[in-house]
């Protein structure tokens, strides 16, 4: 059931350039959609979010920007910094009573100083 | 800034011994939430937790599994009867609201069933 998809596993740019890093999803009941950061051996971090009535939403160097007629999305980090290495999940929620996170698999970041 | 913390850490047990994990919500949230992310894959939701009852739970979440909110600040997991492919690292969440609300997560409780 893979509801939500992060077809690359990893990516490595160069500080001060662009990450962008892409989510597909296939439930076209999902409604919000958020990026989280998770470092190893820590839970995830909330960075940014953007419900499905919109098509960007943006908060200092992230943006994310959502094409609902190709059920995607992209997180667009600029510039790169050496601590944004860490592995991004995408996750979408479908509103409702209890709103559960369905999470893509992941997409290592690493950002070469 | 509030945050969600968990304990144990690491918790190592034997297959078939019974596991509590703890979790402390941040203080004004409402809504609370188990996922659990074995080595090598996604993070997987479990359950969701509000008002004293499980909102929704997974299929995951079988009847070795169940939740609690003892008082006012706990919210606890417990495997009955562990089994080798409930090692995972466990997350707890909470959330303030209802409607699009994010959830915070903890640091996680790695679980590894001998």
């Known amino acids: 059931d893979q509801q939500v998809k992060q077809n690359s596993p990893s990516l490595s740019v160069q500080e001060g350039r662009i990450s962008i890093l892409n989510c597909d999803y296939t439930n076209s009941m999902f409604d919000y959609f958020l990026w989280y950061k998770k470092y190893p051996a820590e839970g995830p971090t909330f960075l940014i979010s953007?419900?499905?009535?919109?098509d960007k939403n943006e908060d200092g160097r992230f943006t994310v920007f959502l094409n609902k007629s190709a059920k995607h999305l992209s997180l667009h980090i600029v510039p790169s910094q050496p601590g944004d290495s860490a592995v991004y999940f995408c996750a979408a929620m479908r509103g409702g009573a209890t709103n559960k996170l369905i999470f893509g698999t992941g997409t290592l970041l690493a950002v070469q100083p | 800034e509030p945050e969600v913390t968990q304990t144990p850490s690491h918790q190592v047990t034997q297959m078939g011994q019974e596991v509590i994990l703890r979790c402390v919500p941040i203080?004004?949230?409402?809504?609370f939430y188990w996922y659990r992310q074995i080595l090598g894959q996604k993070v997987e939701f479990l359950v969701s937790?509000?008002?004293?009852?499980?909102?929704?739970k997974s299929e995951i979440f079988d009847d070795q599994f169940s939740v609690e909110r003892p008082d006012g600040s706990n919210f606890t997991l417990k495997i009955r009867s562990t089994k080798l492919e409930d090692s995972a690292m466990y997350f707890c969440?909470?959330?303030?609201?209802?409607?699009?609300?994010?959830?915070?997560f903890g640091p996680g409780t790695r679980l590894t069933v001998l």
């Open positions: 937790f509000y008002n004293n009852e499980i909102s929704e």
């Open positions: 969440a909470s959330r303030a609201t209802g409607g699009h609300d994010t959830q915070y």
């Open positions: 953007i419900s499905s009535i919109k």
């Open positions: 203080s004004n949230h409402l809504y």
